[in-house]
């Protein structure tokens, strides 16, 4: 199912960035552009949710002991589960990659029946191989130091805290050897939307 279907017709870009490089803010203006966007961190947010595919993955594989009182996941406990036992975390990873591939594949063909041009938003598009899923790759890009700058002001984060969660992923400048498009996102906000409104302007004509 992770390969496109030749009697689909739509036309599908993937949008992805690092970690507080601006994506979402990217990602909001397409819809507000009127665009369909399948966004992977909602997705699997709702397949964790309770009697979602990947609730039920995870508790049959690690127990009840990961739930809240309420019943919802624990991931703060899950995340320190996987902190101690990187080998938890691999086979973790590889559960949840299954699942979460096989909704977005469905979502994907879903929409490609019925619109000439939509966007999935994944994070991880590069780390996780969704490279021949699109047509095109935009990538929101952002130098290094404002990239570390940025995530320590909106997580609140020592210098040392934020490179490490910058380096978990693959870095921008490995993407950007990749992707076929890049919105530079170092400026403002406007100076951003006004790159991704001639960009839409061009796929339009």
Do not use: C
């Amino acid at each position: 199912m992770s390969d496109l279907s030749g009697a689909l017709m739509g036309k599908i870009i993937g949008l992805t960035g690092g970690i507080a490089s601006g994506k979402s803010t990217v990602s909001q203006f397409l819809r507000e552009q009127g665009y369909q966007v399948i966004d992977a961190d909602q997705v699997v947010h709702d397949l964790q949710a309770p009697q979602g595919a990947l609730y039920q993955v995870l508790v049959a594989e690690f127990g009840s002991e990961i739930l809240q009182e309420n019943g919802q996941l624990n991931r703060q406990k899950l995340g320190q589960m996987f902190f101690e036992n990187p080998d938890l975390m691999r086979k973790s990873s590889q559960l949840q990659n299954e699942i979460i591939r096989e909704e977005l594949a469905r979502l994907r063909d879903q929409l490609k029946e019925k619109e000439e041009l939509f966007f999935m938003d994944i994070p991880l598009l590069f780390e996780l191989g969704y490279e021949s899923w699109f047509d095109q790759i935009w990538l929101v890009n952002v130098s290094a130091e404002v990239q570390v700058k940025r995530l320590m002001e909106r997580n609140h984060l020592s210098r040392e805290q934020a490179q490490k969660r910058i380096e978990a992923q693959l870095l921008l400048a490995e993407k950007r050897k990749k992707a076929h498009v890049l919105i530079d996102n170092n400026g403002s906000v406007d100076e951003t939307l006004a790159q991704v409104a001639a960009l839409l302007e061009k796929e339009r004509r």
